[in-house]
């Protein structure tokens, strides 16, 4: 297994993309934090069946706006299980209008969660993992960073934070032994694109931008490219965008 034993906090772990590797990571001999905020039950559920298969996880609710509780998290998890190995900064919102329907509360919202969020789990297990000299670090972008969508400006902005925030701290913490890295899903049906995966046109639209021709990845495809980044087979790998897009940049 080869994430035996390794402590790792995984935020918006309740469904989606972050459910996915939550049990990936479960699967791979890691303890799992199963963070999420707004439906703890779910998260709750998702620790139950990780160890009901034999894994070891929990379930820690935590707003990743607010200092207080994602400080609160780390020092919970630590004290748990004594270690913070691997985080991955997974839990994100997406709001969609025309970018002049958008309101400052949907602004805020968006980039609270998407972007400040992932800065203040960084900064709360930085420490942590310089203490040890060791550590991976996961922040969860998208192909919206460097690919425009319309009627997703707040998404689009925040994900590009994202993207460029993993680069900057790879050039900051790499020499404390620190893997830094992002991944950037393409269409991945989750709960959170749901109501899109129900348009006719859009699931059209966007197979014609695969050379596959698929409209949606799995969660399951991008959970496995956050196993591997975890891994020490990634050791040598900072700084790096992982696109799990079925080729969609490459078109």
């Not at 991944?183 to 699931?203: C, K, M, Y």
């Amino acid at each position: 297994m080869r994430l035996e034993d390794k402590v790792a906090i995984v935020t918006g772990g309740s469904q989606g993309i972050g459910e996915a590797i939550c049990h990936a990571y479960g699967r791979e001999g890691a303890k799992v934090a199963v963070v999420n905020a707004r439906k703890p039950a779910l998260g709750a559920a998702v620790a139950e069946k990780i160890r009901a298969g034999g894994g070891t996880a929990r379930a820690y609710p935590c707003d990743v706006s607010s200092r207080d509780q994602v400080r609160k998290l780390v020092e919970d998890v630590t004290g748990a299980w004594g270690a913070v190995d691997i985080l991955v900064s997974n839990a994100g919102i997406m709001i969609n209008k025309p970018v002049e329907d958008y309101t400052e509360d949907d602004w805020d919202r968006t980039v609270d969660t998407n972007l400040n969020g992932a800065f203040l789990l960084v900064q709360a297990v930085l420490p942590v993992m310089k203490a040890k000299r060791s550590g991976k670090i996961v922040l969860m972008a998208s192909i919206a960073a460097t690919h425009a969508f319309p009627n997703s400006v707040p998404y689009c902005a925040s994900k590009a934070g994202v993207w460029i925030m993993a680069k900057a701290l790879c050039a900051e913490v790499a020499k404390f032994g620190i893997n830094v890295n992002s991944i950037s899903p393409g269409n991945t049906a989750t709960p959170l694109n749901e109501h899109l995966q129900r348009d006719p046109e859009f699931v059209k639209l966007m197979q014609s931008y695969t050379p596959t021709g698929r409209a949606y990845l799995s969660t399951d495809e991008v959970a496995g490219a956050a196993v591997f980044l975890a891994s020490e087979d990634a050791r040598a790998i900072h700084g790096v965008d992982v696109i799990v897009d079925d080729g969609w940049c490459a078109m």
